[in-house]
């Protein structure tokens, strides 16, 4: 990335155009891209240099930088001065932050179309051989119930990748709606009740007495954030070990809660929680860290916050949404 916070296209980078500009002024054309980098017909007579030229094509010079835009199009520039006192003159096509942000967006849009549609044809041809009409030896069952899960775990960590990788350019699509909070909170414990009970561990909702407030927040959000922090807790759970899920009002959010009552983490664990590579290459897996990163950004974009605390009894991983205003409309953000 340039330190201007621009760059060369995608595609590697665009190839210069040239012109010379004779002492006169008279434009002469080197290869012909110049001409179209400016977006015109004929290159402007009359100019003695290049920011002459540029401007008379329309485009404003951004401050402090040979770096010059108009209606969204970005162009360096520059010049030199030939032994005759005529002028080389070239440009090349960049692109802001904001605008490769943007195509990095769709890259990943296509790539996750792709991936997925394919993880999902693969679960889909399972499923129906499974669905009881043919029938299956029970080693060839098992080998499908197999392939099932696993496509289910593939497709949900193409999904939590993806969706992280958005959040990293600051794209992570959410729509906020004034919504309880309670629902999303059973839902995501009603998920996760087998994966407990496989693990023999106890999984409660506790709630207060009355009604929570209600939340401005994306309810997809919050319910994949809770749920991530049920699974991790799960991973670090022993038999016998109880995780329960509570909230409460605190300040103008709620805060949630997943306490797991056993053995608590290190210190050093406990710190590194939330961090996505660290943890990847310490415990050589990536779909906790992802997923909990990720319940992270999520989080953030809702305007929250997430953390982690300890105790000779447990661990806690909570986080906190803003409690709706009077009247919230549905945003997009």
Same mark, same amino acid.
């Given at each position: ?75 360096? @520039?520059? =010049? ?7 002028? #080389?003159?070239? !440009? ?5 932050? +904001?605008? &490769? ?71 992570? @699509?959410? =729509? ?7 629902? #999303?909170?059973? !839902? ?5 009740? +087998?994966? &407990? ?137």
């Amino acid at each position: 990335m340039m330190d201007d916070g621009l760059r060369g296209t995608e595609a590697g980078w665009e190839e210069p155009g040239f012109a010379i500009l004779s002492r006169r002024g008279q434009p002469r054309e080197v290869d012909g891209r110049l001409r179209a980098h400016l977006g015109v017909e004929r290159l402007p007579e009359g100019m003695e240099s290049v920011a002459e030229l540029l401007r008379a094509a329309g485009f404003q010079r951004r401050p402090g930088a040979e770096v010059w835009e108009r209606d969204g199009r970005w162009l360096r @520039a520059g =010049e030199r001065l030939l032994d005759d006192g005529a002028r #080389l003159v070239w !440009t090349q096509p960049i692109e802001s932050d +904001e605008q &490769a942000a943007h195509r990095r967006v769709r890259y990943l849009g296509l790539a996750s179309h792709d991936l997925r549609g394919s993880l999902a044809n693969v679960r889909s041809y399972a499923a129906l051989l499974l669905n009881g009409r043919i029938p299956l030896e029970p080693k060839a069952k098992r080998g499908l119930e197999t392939i099932l899960r696993n496509t289910d775990r593939a497709l949900s960590f193409a999904q939590d990748f993806f969706d992280s990788s958005r959040a990293d350019l600051g794209m992570l @699509a959410c =729509e906020k709606e004034r919504q309880p909070i309670e629902p #999303l909170l059973a !839902t995501a414990v009603e998920h996760n009740l +087998e994966a &407990a009970g496989t693990a023999s561990v106890a999984l409660s909702l506790e709630l207060p007495g009355g009604a929570l407030p209600e939340v401005d927040v994306d309810g997809g959000r919050v319910q994949h954030a809770v749920e991530a922090f049920i699974r991790h807790q799960l991973l670090h759970a022993k038999p016998g070990e109880q995780l329960r899920v509570r909230a409460r009002p605190e300040g103008e959010s709620i805060r949630v809660e997943v306490r797991r009552d056993g053995e608590p983490p290190t210190p050093e664990d406990a710190a590194l929680t939330f961090s996505r590579e660290e943890r990847a290459f310490r415990e050589k897996k990536l779909e906790d860290p992802l997923r909990l990163f990720l319940a992270l950004q999520e989080v953030e974009a809702l305007g929250g916050t997430v953390g982690v605390s300890s105790d000779d009894g447990g661990m806690t991983l909570y986080l906190t949404v803003p409690i709706a205003l009077a009247s919230s409309p549905t945003l997009q953000v």
